[in-house]
């Protein structure tokens, strides 16, 4: 496999087409990776998985598709892609079933479909898991969410499941881009944070993200687990 191919490389992406997903599919098709996709909406697209992380039949689905089409996997991409804009205490008080959703799909989700994809990883050609997270995991922007310590949660679930893979030559690593331009998303709940200059909005796009993703699923990457590539411009200087 030369630099910038992924050719025979065999791709899981969790959290649907839309949003993100959209450019990192496109980008890992266009160096010829194959690629599968897990969605919750129904569709006709024969790449697409029809499963909820947080059912345990639903992933023992996944894995035995992914047993019968491929017989292995080379690269897990996580993105759960189901961050809420309702701060804390809305949270304590209204839609506590949508974010105790969210909340399950963030961690016991994409946890329990990485160690369920555990033996097929094992059989791929220089494997690994990237969770796709937000900067949100290492200090809180403004908006105070429960969101944030989901993201916490796969940055440590990140360093975590590196350690004890390391040895099993899978390799884990976690994208946190800050702020961004998506078509599925209104910015103006993104604008609470203080001192922050409107170009921020400007800094990290989609399309830097899913170039983040096709980075770590070359070969350009081997030396790195454990990590976190931090897509945030000078935004992470004021966690710090």
């Not at 922007?141 to 989901?150: D, E, K, R, S, Y």
């Amino acid at each position: 496999m030369s630099f910038w191919s992924l050719r025979g490389i065999r791709v899981l992406v969790t959290g649907g087409i839309h949003g993100i997903n959209s450019l990192v599919i496109k980008e890992l098709e266009a160096l010829d990776a194959e690629v599968l996709i897990v969605d919750v909406e129904p569709t006709t697209d024969d790449r697409i998985i029809y499963a909820d992380l947080t059912n345990d039949i639903d992933r023992n689905r996944i894995v035995r598709q992914i047993h019968d089409r491929w017989g292995a996997l080379d690269i897990l991409v996580n993105n759960p892609a189901s961050a809420s804009a309702r701060p804390w205490a809305q949270w304590l008080k209204h839609e506590a079933e949508k974010d105790d959703i969210e909340w399950s799909v963030s961690q016991s989700g994409i946890s329990r479909l990485a160690n369920d994809l555990f033996d097929l990883l094992q059989k791929g050609n220089q494997a690994q898991v990237v969770n796709v997270t937000s900067e949100g995991g290492w200090f809180d922007p403004g908006t105070q969410t429960i969101m944030l310590m989901g993201y916490d949660g796969i940055l440590d679930f990140t360093h975590n499941l590196a350690s004890k893979w390391g040895p099993q030559n899978i390799r884990v690593n976690a994208i946190t881009p800050m702020y961004f331009h998506a078509p599925t998303k209104k910015q103006e709940a993104m604008l609470a944070y203080p001192g922050r200059p409107e170009k921020h909005l400007e800094r990290t796009f989609m399309q830097q993200i899913a170039a983040a993703v096709v980075f770590l699923a070359t070969n350009r990457s081997t030396a790195l687990t454990g990590r976190c590539l931090a897509l945030d411009g000078w935004i992470y200087g004021l966690s710090i």
